[in-house]
């Protein structure tokens, strides 16, 4: 997905609020800011938008010193997701559609998105997920792909949100698949990386393995072999997040898109409005 307009202000207003998290020196802010639109002026119009924040994380690197601002709030929302996990897988074993309410949870989970906002009600968000209706729901078609499929890439988003992507892994196994969860290859705002992924036990039911970069996003030209390998070969990819379908939804295969379009540019690619839960199958 190529960068528009309207994300010009928010990747400002972000890379701004991150900066403030490392430190209250203002030059600094505005050393910032003024790296943003040197990048700016000189983008080219066919820019992936993912790319672009991969370049303002390493602004933000130079100039305040910290590759991983967020570190202490990816803990934080690691520890409460885990929290809720108890109460919510037992949500989803009792049931009517186990794997359908795992998908749910999973997808409220996506609201953890520093990259738009530093402000949530998770609980919240994931008692009102359980009962909305989705936007985009193509749950059948998805239903046929995953009785035919054994192997399943599954690639991960957020901090906090990837708590609840193992519920729906622990389902999609209960359905006798091979699972591979991707994650980030360094530190991406708030995105999930290998040490996130250990945290909250993946390494003790999946394989794991990484994009390669550190984009907050998933771009195939920049990711590497193993992961490319892994996504060419899978039987069925599911993507969670913006960041990945900024990333893969050109991609010429079928992928499970699983999100909140949280911007207006996101919803209208998607034919949606802002909060809408999607459930897409390109």
């Known amino acids: 997905m190529k960068l528009q307009a309207d994300c010009v202000p928010c990747l400002f ?6 900066a403030k998290i490392s430190t209250q020196d203002e030059t600094k802010h505005w050393e910032v800011l003024s790296g943003l639109a040197r990048l700016f002026s000189e983008l080219p119009e066919d820019t992936i938008q993912v790319e672009v924040a991969g370049e303002i994380q390493k602004i933000l690197a130079d100039s ?10 990816k803990r934080h929302y690691n520890d409460l997701a885990i929290e809720l996990s108890p109460q919510l897988r037992k949500a989803i074993e009792t049931s009517e559609d186990p794997l359908l309410t795992a998908i749910r949870v999973a997808v409220a989970g996506n609201i953890i998105d520093f990259g738009v906002s530093d402000t949530f009600n998770v609980e919240q968000t994931i008692r009102d997920s359980l009962t909305r209706e989705f936007a985009v729901f193509n749950y059948n078609k998805f239903c046929q792909h995953l009785a035919e499929a054994e192997t399943i890439l599954y690639i991960a988003d957020n901090t906090g949100e990837i708590v609840f992507d193992r519920l729906l892994v622990e389902q999609l196994l209960q359905h006798n698949k091979q699972v591979t969860i991707a994650v980030r290859g360094g530190p991406a705002i708030n995105d999930a990386t290998l040490e996130d992924a250990i945290y909250v036990g993946f390494d003790k039911i999946v394989p794991i393995i990484t994009t390669g970069t550190a984009l907050p996003g998933t771009v195939l030209a920049k990711a590497s072999l193993e992961f490319k390998t892994c996504f060419e070969s899978a039987d069925l990819v599911i993507s969670k997040g913006q960041g990945n379908f900024e990333g893969l939804s050109h991609c010429s295969r079928s992928i499970v898109f699983l999100l909140k379009a949280k911007c207006q540019p996101i919803a209208s690619e ?8 999607v459930f897409y199958l390109s």
């Open 13 to 18: 207003k972000h890379a701004l609020r991150t």
């Open 64 to 73: 305040i010193g910290d590759r991983d601002p967020y570190r202490h709030l």
């Open 270 to 277: 998607l034919g949606v409005q802002p909060g809408d839960m």
